[in-house]
Protein backbone atom coordinates (compact mmCIF):
# COMPACT_ATOMS: atom_id res chain seq x y z
CA UNK A 1 0.00 0.00 0.00
CA UNK A 2 1.38 3.50 -0.96
CA UNK A 3 -0.07 4.85 2.31
CA UNK A 4 -1.18 3.17 5.88
CA UNK A 5 -4.32 2.68 6.30
CA UNK A 6 -6.83 4.49 8.82
CA UNK A 7 -7.05 2.31 11.19
CA UNK A 8 -2.93 2.30 11.66
CA UNK A 9 -2.73 6.01 12.12
CA UNK A 10 -5.88 6.34 14.50
CA UNK A 11 -3.78 3.46 16.34
CA UNK A 12 -1.01 5.77 16.51
CA UNK A 13 -2.85 8.60 17.31
CA UNK A 14 -4.20 7.18 20.34
CA UNK A 15 -0.69 6.11 21.54
CA UNK A 16 -0.47 9.70 22.24
CA UNK A 17 -3.99 11.42 22.52
CA UNK A 18 -3.28 14.76 23.59
CA UNK A 19 -1.53 15.57 19.58
CA UNK A 20 -3.52 12.80 17.65
CA UNK A 21 -7.15 13.18 18.92
CA UNK A 22 -9.33 16.31 18.46
CA UNK A 23 -10.97 18.03 21.82
CA UNK A 24 -9.11 15.55 24.03
CA UNK A 25 -9.17 16.80 27.42
CA UNK A 26 -6.90 14.72 29.52
CA UNK A 27 -7.69 12.90 32.78
CA UNK A 28 -7.26 9.27 34.44
CA UNK A 29 -10.95 7.92 32.89
CA UNK A 30 -9.32 9.62 29.22
CA UNK A 31 -5.91 7.89 29.58
CA UNK A 32 -7.60 4.56 30.32
CA UNK A 33 -10.28 4.71 27.62
CA UNK A 34 -7.75 6.15 25.12
CA UNK A 35 -5.26 2.58 26.14
CA UNK A 36 -8.54 0.27 25.85
CA UNK A 37 -9.36 1.35 22.54
CA UNK A 38 -5.91 1.49 20.93
CA UNK A 39 -5.90 -2.20 22.07
CA UNK A 40 -9.33 -2.60 20.52
CA UNK A 41 -8.27 -1.69 16.99
CA UNK A 42 -5.15 -3.12 17.01
CA UNK A 43 -6.36 -5.95 17.40
CA UNK A 44 -9.66 -5.94 15.12
CA UNK A 45 -9.95 -7.56 11.95
CA UNK A 46 -9.80 -4.83 9.48
CA UNK A 47 -11.86 -4.24 5.93
CA UNK A 48 -10.76 -1.38 3.47
CA UNK A 49 -14.04 -0.84 0.70
CA UNK A 50 -12.79 -0.52 -2.79
CA UNK A 51 -14.49 2.16 -4.72
CA UNK A 52 -16.52 -0.62 -6.44
CA UNK A 53 -17.79 -2.20 -2.94
CA UNK A 54 -18.92 1.25 -1.83
CA UNK A 55 -21.21 1.38 -4.64
CA UNK A 56 -22.64 -1.81 -3.88
CA UNK A 57 -23.29 -0.84 -0.44
CA UNK A 58 -24.62 2.34 -1.48
CA UNK A 59 -27.10 1.26 -4.08
CA UNK A 60 -28.06 -1.68 -1.36
CA UNK A 61 -28.77 1.05 1.34
CA UNK A 62 -31.29 2.29 -1.32
CA UNK A 63 -33.58 -1.06 -1.58
CA UNK A 64 -37.45 0.05 -0.44
CA UNK A 65 -37.94 0.26 3.44
CA UNK A 66 -39.31 -3.76 3.63
CA UNK A 67 -36.32 -4.53 1.77
CA UNK A 68 -33.98 -2.35 4.58
CA UNK A 69 -35.80 -3.69 7.42
CA UNK A 70 -34.81 -7.60 6.06
CA UNK A 71 -31.68 -6.48 6.38
CA UNK A 72 -31.56 -4.77 9.61
CA UNK A 73 -32.92 -8.28 10.87
CA UNK A 74 -29.88 -9.98 8.89
CA UNK A 75 -27.97 -7.59 10.42
CA UNK A 76 -25.00 -9.28 12.51
CA UNK A 77 -20.91 -8.16 11.81
CA UNK A 78 -19.04 -11.44 11.15
CA UNK A 79 -16.59 -10.49 13.84
CA UNK A 80 -16.97 -9.12 17.38
CA UNK A 81 -14.39 -6.32 17.09
CA UNK A 82 -13.84 -5.56 13.43
CA UNK A 83 -12.41 -1.98 11.88
CA UNK A 84 -14.07 -1.06 8.56
CA UNK A 85 -12.85 2.04 6.22
CA UNK A 86 -13.64 4.09 3.59
CA UNK A 87 -12.79 6.48 1.19
CA UNK A 88 -15.91 9.18 1.82
CA UNK A 89 -16.43 11.74 -0.54
CA UNK A 90 -16.62 8.80 -2.89
CA UNK A 91 -19.56 7.62 -0.61
CA UNK A 92 -21.16 10.85 -0.78
CA UNK A 93 -20.69 11.25 -4.59
CA UNK A 94 -22.12 7.92 -4.62
CA UNK A 95 -25.36 9.02 -2.08
CA UNK A 96 -25.51 11.78 -4.60
CA UNK A 97 -26.31 9.73 -7.47
CA UNK A 98 -28.64 7.63 -5.70
CA UNK A 99 -30.70 10.53 -4.98
CA UNK A 100 -30.48 12.01 -8.92
CA UNK A 101 -31.82 8.62 -9.93
CA UNK A 102 -35.01 9.00 -7.33
CA UNK A 103 -35.75 12.91 -7.77
CA UNK A 104 -33.79 14.14 -10.93
CA UNK A 105 -30.63 16.44 -10.84
CA UNK A 106 -32.81 19.36 -10.67
CA UNK A 107 -34.40 18.40 -7.57
CA UNK A 108 -30.74 17.99 -5.58
CA UNK A 109 -28.38 20.36 -4.57
CA UNK A 110 -25.13 20.66 -5.77
CA UNK A 111 -22.55 18.16 -4.21
CA UNK A 112 -20.10 19.62 -1.90
CA UNK A 113 -17.38 17.88 -0.38
CA UNK A 114 -14.86 20.55 1.28
CA UNK A 115 -16.09 20.14 4.99
CA UNK A 116 -16.53 16.80 4.86
CA UNK A 117 -13.45 14.39 5.80
CA UNK A 118 -11.51 12.25 2.47
CA UNK A 119 -10.85 8.90 4.96
CA UNK A 120 -13.38 7.58 7.50
CA UNK A 121 -13.49 4.43 9.81
CA UNK A 122 -16.03 2.48 12.22
CA UNK A 123 -15.03 0.46 15.24
CA UNK A 124 -17.57 -1.96 15.63
CA UNK A 125 -17.17 -4.27 18.92
CA UNK A 126 -19.43 -5.99 21.21
CA UNK A 127 -20.05 -3.55 24.44
CA UNK A 128 -21.87 -5.41 27.48
CA UNK A 129 -23.41 -8.22 24.76
CA UNK A 130 -24.48 -5.43 22.23
CA UNK A 131 -22.65 -4.28 19.10
CA UNK A 132 -21.55 -0.41 19.19
CA UNK A 133 -20.70 1.67 15.90
CA UNK A 134 -18.32 4.06 16.24
CA UNK A 135 -16.82 6.51 13.77
CA UNK A 136 -13.65 8.11 13.96
CA UNK A 137 -12.09 10.50 10.89
CA UNK A 138 -9.11 12.51 10.52
CA UNK A 139 -10.09 16.38 10.79
CA UNK A 140 -8.46 19.23 8.48
CA UNK A 141 -5.94 19.54 11.07
CA UNK A 142 -4.50 15.97 10.69
CA UNK A 143 -6.07 15.21 14.10
CA UNK A 144 -8.89 11.98 14.48
CA UNK A 145 -12.35 12.93 15.74
CA UNK A 146 -14.43 10.67 17.63
CA UNK A 147 -18.30 11.49 18.08
CA UNK A 148 -19.60 11.06 21.29
CA UNK A 149 -22.45 9.40 19.75
CA UNK A 150 -22.51 6.10 18.36
CA UNK A 151 -25.27 3.90 17.74
CA UNK A 152 -26.69 0.29 18.26
CA UNK A 153 -28.54 -1.86 15.17
CA UNK A 154 -30.66 -4.11 16.62
CA UNK A 155 -31.39 -7.05 14.81
CA UNK A 156 -33.16 -9.55 17.25
CA UNK A 157 -36.54 -7.46 18.33
CA UNK A 158 -35.85 -3.88 18.86
CA UNK A 159 -36.32 -1.83 21.63
CA UNK A 160 -39.24 -1.49 24.38
CA UNK A 161 -39.24 1.49 26.60
CA UNK A 162 -39.54 -1.15 29.47
CA UNK A 163 -35.94 -2.19 28.63
CA UNK A 164 -34.62 1.04 28.59
CA UNK A 165 -36.24 2.41 31.77
CA UNK A 166 -34.98 -0.25 33.95
CA UNK A 167 -31.54 0.74 32.18
CA UNK A 168 -31.71 4.23 32.90
CA UNK A 169 -33.00 3.73 36.44
CA UNK A 170 -29.78 1.18 36.87
CA UNK A 171 -28.10 3.88 36.50
CA UNK A 172 -29.69 7.36 37.42
CA UNK A 173 -32.24 6.17 39.83
CA UNK A 174 -33.43 9.75 41.54
CA UNK A 175 -33.64 11.44 37.72
CA UNK A 176 -37.36 12.30 36.07
CA UNK A 177 -37.91 10.16 32.87
CA UNK A 178 -39.69 10.93 29.68
CA UNK A 179 -43.14 9.04 29.05
CA UNK A 180 -43.75 6.25 26.80
CA UNK A 181 -44.97 8.44 24.18
CA UNK A 182 -41.98 10.44 24.42
CA UNK A 183 -39.79 7.69 23.88
CA UNK A 184 -41.61 6.30 20.75
CA UNK A 185 -41.41 9.86 19.27
CA UNK A 186 -37.68 10.38 20.47
CA UNK A 187 -37.24 6.73 18.95
CA UNK A 188 -38.65 7.75 15.45
CA UNK A 189 -36.36 10.70 14.92
CA UNK A 190 -33.10 9.41 15.85
CA UNK A 191 -33.91 6.76 14.16
CA UNK A 192 -34.49 9.03 10.60
CA UNK A 193 -31.41 10.86 11.34
CA UNK A 194 -29.75 7.42 11.57
CA UNK A 195 -31.16 6.28 8.59
CA UNK A 196 -30.88 9.31 6.52
CA UNK A 197 -33.61 12.04 5.95
CA UNK A 198 -33.22 12.03 2.63
CA UNK A 199 -34.18 8.09 2.28
CA UNK A 200 -37.19 8.64 4.75
CA UNK A 201 -38.60 10.98 2.69
CA UNK A 202 -37.83 9.06 -0.46
CA UNK A 203 -40.46 6.63 0.55
CA UNK A 204 -43.51 8.27 1.84
CA UNK A 205 -46.62 5.84 1.11
CA UNK A 206 -48.56 4.40 4.37
CA UNK A 207 -46.25 1.15 4.01
CA UNK A 208 -43.35 2.34 3.89
CA UNK A 209 -44.02 4.65 6.33
CA UNK A 210 -44.42 1.45 8.70
CA UNK A 211 -41.56 0.06 7.64
CA UNK A 212 -39.62 3.07 8.46
CA UNK A 213 -40.67 3.12 11.57
CA UNK A 214 -40.17 -0.34 12.38
CA UNK A 215 -36.57 0.06 11.53
CA UNK A 216 -36.14 3.40 13.85
CA UNK A 217 -37.35 0.95 17.10
CA UNK A 218 -34.12 -1.33 15.88
CA UNK A 219 -31.52 1.66 16.12
CA UNK A 220 -30.76 3.34 19.12
CA UNK A 221 -28.22 6.29 19.97
CA UNK A 222 -25.41 5.28 22.30
CA UNK A 223 -22.34 7.07 23.87
CA UNK A 224 -18.69 6.40 22.37
CA UNK A 225 -15.28 5.80 24.18
CA UNK A 226 -14.54 9.84 23.42
CA UNK A 227 -17.30 10.27 26.51
CA UNK A 228 -14.21 9.49 28.20
CA UNK A 229 -11.88 12.28 26.94
CA UNK A 230 -14.30 15.27 25.58
CA UNK A 231 -14.61 16.27 29.38
CA UNK A 232 -12.73 16.42 32.37
CA UNK A 233 -12.77 13.59 35.57
CA UNK A 234 -15.02 15.03 37.00
CA UNK A 235 -17.40 16.37 34.61
CA UNK A 236 -17.51 12.77 33.24
CA UNK A 237 -19.05 11.75 36.68
CA UNK A 238 -21.42 14.90 36.55
CA UNK A 239 -25.01 13.44 35.51
CA UNK A 240 -26.01 14.65 31.66
CA UNK A 241 -26.82 18.24 31.24
CA UNK A 242 -29.15 20.09 28.75
CA UNK A 243 -25.96 20.88 26.91
CA UNK A 244 -24.68 17.70 26.80
CA UNK A 245 -27.78 16.33 25.25
CA UNK A 246 -27.43 19.38 22.42
CA UNK A 247 -23.94 18.37 21.50
CA UNK A 248 -24.95 14.62 21.26
CA UNK A 249 -27.90 15.37 18.64
CA UNK A 250 -24.93 17.36 16.97
CA UNK A 251 -22.65 14.40 16.93
CA UNK A 252 -25.58 12.37 15.85
CA UNK A 253 -26.29 14.56 13.11
CA UNK A 254 -23.39 13.81 11.92
CA UNK A 255 -23.69 10.23 11.17
CA UNK A 256 -26.85 10.68 9.46
CA UNK A 257 -27.08 7.63 6.91
CA UNK A 258 -24.72 5.97 8.27
CA UNK A 259 -26.46 3.28 10.21
CA UNK A 260 -28.33 2.34 6.99
CA UNK A 261 -25.17 2.37 5.09
CA UNK A 262 -23.69 -0.24 7.45
CA UNK A 263 -27.17 -2.90 7.57
CA UNK A 264 -26.54 -2.75 3.66
CA UNK A 265 -22.52 -3.20 3.84
CA UNK A 266 -22.72 -6.24 6.84
CA UNK A 267 -25.21 -8.01 4.61
CA UNK A 268 -23.34 -7.61 1.33
CA UNK A 269 -20.33 -8.69 3.55
CA UNK A 270 -22.15 -11.74 4.93
CA UNK A 271 -23.30 -13.42 1.93
CA UNK A 272 -21.56 -15.87 -0.14
CA UNK A 273 -18.53 -14.67 -0.70
CA UNK A 274 -15.27 -16.20 -2.39
CA UNK A 275 -11.41 -15.55 -1.79
CA UNK A 276 -9.71 -14.84 -5.37
CA UNK A 277 -5.96 -13.79 -3.94
CA UNK A 278 -4.24 -13.35 -1.44
CA UNK A 279 -1.01 -10.74 -0.62
CA UNK A 280 1.36 -9.77 1.78
CA UNK A 281 2.44 -5.96 1.13
CA UNK A 282 6.35 -5.49 1.48
CA UNK A 283 7.38 -5.30 4.83
CA UNK A 284 10.07 -2.64 4.02
CA UNK A 285 7.74 0.73 4.59
CA UNK A 286 8.16 3.00 6.84
CA UNK A 287 5.60 6.06 7.79
CA UNK A 288 5.28 8.40 9.83
CA UNK A 289 2.36 9.91 11.78
CA UNK A 290 2.73 12.81 14.44
CA UNK A 291 6.72 12.52 13.89
CA UNK A 292 6.36 8.86 15.24
CA UNK A 293 6.49 5.80 13.21
CA UNK A 294 2.94 3.77 12.44
CA UNK A 295 3.38 0.79 13.75
CA UNK A 296 3.62 -2.02 11.19
CA UNK A 297 1.29 -5.28 11.58
CA UNK A 298 1.77 -8.25 9.37
CA UNK A 299 -1.58 -8.78 7.66
CA UNK A 300 -3.49 -10.29 5.01
CA UNK A 301 -4.90 -8.52 2.19
CA UNK A 302 -8.29 -10.63 1.08
CA UNK A 303 -9.97 -9.55 -2.45
CA UNK A 304 -13.53 -10.91 -2.66
CA UNK A 305 -15.88 -10.75 -5.39
CA UNK A 306 -19.18 -9.53 -5.37
CA UNK A 307 -22.29 -10.67 -8.12
CA UNK A 308 -22.46 -8.73 -11.12
CA UNK A 309 -25.81 -6.34 -9.38
CA UNK A 310 -29.16 -6.50 -11.62
CA UNK A 311 -30.41 -3.47 -10.13
CA UNK A 312 -32.02 -3.61 -6.84
CA UNK A 313 -33.00 -7.56 -6.91
CA UNK A 314 -29.70 -8.30 -6.18
CA UNK A 315 -30.02 -6.33 -2.90
CA UNK A 316 -33.37 -7.44 -2.48
CA UNK A 317 -31.74 -11.50 -2.83
CA UNK A 318 -29.37 -10.66 -0.27
CA UNK A 319 -31.09 -8.86 2.44
CA UNK A 320 -33.45 -11.71 2.74
CA UNK A 321 -30.36 -13.56 3.87
CA UNK A 322 -29.64 -15.97 1.57
CA UNK A 323 -26.05 -17.02 1.42
CA UNK A 324 -22.95 -17.50 3.89
CA UNK A 325 -19.64 -16.69 3.73
CA UNK A 326 -16.68 -18.68 4.20
CA UNK A 327 -12.85 -17.64 5.45
CA UNK A 328 -9.81 -19.23 6.34
CA UNK A 329 -7.61 -18.35 9.47
CA UNK A 330 -10.83 -16.68 11.20
CA UNK A 331 -13.86 -18.66 10.37
CA UNK A 332 -16.16 -15.89 10.12
CA UNK A 333 -19.41 -15.48 11.49
CA UNK A 334 -22.30 -16.78 9.60
CA UNK A 335 -26.02 -17.97 9.44
CA UNK A 336 -26.18 -21.71 10.06
CA UNK A 337 -30.01 -23.02 8.21
CA UNK A 338 -31.72 -26.13 9.73
CA UNK A 339 -34.22 -27.23 6.79
CA UNK A 340 -36.95 -30.16 6.96
CA UNK A 341 -37.60 -33.14 4.47
CA UNK A 342 -38.66 -30.41 1.59
CA UNK A 343 -35.50 -28.55 2.02
CA UNK A 344 -37.84 -25.63 4.20
CA UNK A 345 -35.81 -23.31 6.56
CA UNK A 346 -37.36 -24.34 9.74
CA UNK A 347 -34.15 -22.32 11.76
CA UNK A 348 -31.59 -20.59 11.74
CA UNK A 349 -29.16 -19.84 13.76
CA UNK A 350 -25.76 -17.25 13.98
CA UNK A 351 -22.41 -18.94 14.49
CA UNK A 352 -19.91 -16.58 16.14
CA UNK A 353 -16.66 -16.14 14.48
CA UNK A 354 -13.66 -18.82 15.16
CA UNK A 355 -10.05 -18.85 14.88
CA UNK A 356 -9.11 -21.68 13.05
CA UNK A 357 -5.29 -22.87 12.75
CA UNK A 358 -2.17 -23.36 15.05
CA UNK A 359 -1.71 -20.72 17.42
CA UNK A 360 2.04 -21.70 17.85
CA UNK A 361 2.80 -21.10 14.10
CA UNK A 362 1.58 -17.06 14.85
CA UNK A 363 -1.23 -15.34 14.59
CA UNK A 364 -1.72 -13.24 11.02
CA UNK A 365 -4.22 -10.05 11.57
CA UNK A 366 -6.65 -9.90 8.27
CA UNK A 367 -7.56 -6.80 6.36
CA UNK A 368 -9.96 -7.32 4.02
CA UNK A 369 -9.79 -5.00 0.30
CA UNK A 370 -13.54 -5.62 -0.62
CA UNK A 371 -14.06 -5.34 -4.64
CA UNK A 372 -17.22 -5.94 -7.11
CA UNK A 373 -16.22 -8.09 -9.96
CA UNK A 374 -15.38 -6.12 -13.01
CA UNK A 375 -18.35 -4.99 -15.02
Same mark, same amino acid.
Given at each position: ??K??V??????A?????????? %???G /?Y?????K??????L??? /?FV???? &??N?????S???P @?? +?????????PP?????????????????????? /? +?H?K???E????????QS?G %??????????L??? %??K????R??????????????G???E????Q? @????????Y??E?????E??????? &????????????V??????????????P??????????SA? +?F?????????I??????T?????A?F???????L??D?VTT?S?????? !??H??M?K??? /??E?? !????????????????? !?F???GS????????????R???R?????KR?WI?E? @?????EL?????? %??L?????
Amino acid at each position: MEKPIVASELISALSNPSRGIAS %YVNG /KYAVGMAKHTQIQILQSQ /KFVLSDN &MINHAVAGSYVKP @KY +LYSALLNCIPPFSNMWIEWDEHKRVQANHQEMI /K +LHGKENCEPLQLETIPQSLG %YHITKVNGRMLYTC %YYKTQQDRFYCPEMGFDINSDGGYSYEKSLDQW @KGQNPNLKYITEEEYQQETILNGII &MLGEGYCKSFDSVQDSSDIVNICRNLIPTQTASTHWHRSAQ +LFLRPIQHEDSIRHHKDLTSLSGDARFLISLLNILNYDLVTTESVIPPRK !INHIYMNKPVP /KNEYK !IVEIDLPKPRGKKIYNK !IFTGQGSPKRLHWRRGHWRRITDRNGNTVKRTWIEEQ @KVGNPELGTIIHD %YVLKSRKQ
